[in-house]
């Protein structure tokens, strides 16, 4: 099994809502990603968790906040957003540790998000 | 820093090979990664280079020259469905990098 699923597909938010991400893989990875991509740009890197504990986070503001519950679990929380953050964010995971030459991340398809 | 160039769009016909280049620059470097993305989709693994040489997986192959910090993705027998942006990325302390994307327009 190599999928990334998450979920909602889209959300549309006000400014003033909370809402959460969620993101499961079951392929034994220990690193997972959040990233957010705006139309027609690479994704942008937001946090990093590895063995469920925060490693990086890419100077995101306080309105997102990751969680990591488990191996597999990955959220996303989302509070008084604004109308910029509007994107595709998007999921991944990967093994920890590239010395043995791997480099691969799976990614969710990712959640559209709108804030009006 | 880190930074991977590529050219921003390329065309090619549907049955031809088309080249997408990169070139980097990074403070440490593992290999060099690229993936496919379709409009509205997700990011999908394509290959990984760690060493110099070409590697060929199916239509695509992608070669790495660690002595020029370059390397491309090679796509033969070009079809319809491969119009996707490709992106090159690397791996640096704990990090993947992405290039900025190569839109590839492959036309009948």
């Known amino acids: 099994d190599t999928e990334v699923t998450q979920t909602p597909k889209h959300l549309v938010m006000g400014m003033t809502n909370k809402k959460s991400l969620k993101c499961e893989q079951h392929m034994g990875h220990r690193a997972m990603y959040w990233y957010k991509q705006k139309a027609k740009k690479p994704p942008e890197l937001m946090f990093v968790y590895s063995y469920e504990k925060l490693s990086i986070n890419e100077s995101v503001p306080s309105r997102f906040s990751p969680e990591c519950p488990n191996s597999s679990l990955l959220n996303l929380h989302l509070h008084a957003l604004q109308p910029e953050d509007s994107a595709l964010y998007l999921c991944a995971s990967s093994q920890v540790g590239w010395d043995d030459g791997t480099d691969t991340q799976y990614f969710g398809p990712g959640t559209r998000l709108t804030v009006l | 820093g880190q930074s991977l160039e590529q050219p921003s769009e390329v065309t090619a016909v549907e049955g031809a090979i088309v080249q997408i280049n990169c070139t980097y620059q990074t403070s440490g470097f593992y290999g060099l990664s690229w993936y496919q993305q379709h409009d509205g989709g997700a990011p999908t693994f394509l290959s990984y280079?760690?060493?110099?040489g070409l590697e060929e997986t199916g239509r695509f192959s992608s070669f790495l020259s660690r002595s020029d910090s370059y390397g491309y993705l090679l796509l033969q027998e070009l079809q319809m469905k491969d119009s996707a942006s490709y992106f090159c990325?690397?791996?640096?302390?704990?990090?993947?990098?992405f290039g900025s994307g190569t839109k590839l327009n492959v036309k009948p």
């Open positions: 990325a690397v791996y640096n302390f704990n990090k993947f990098y």
């Open positions: 280079n760690a060493l110099d």
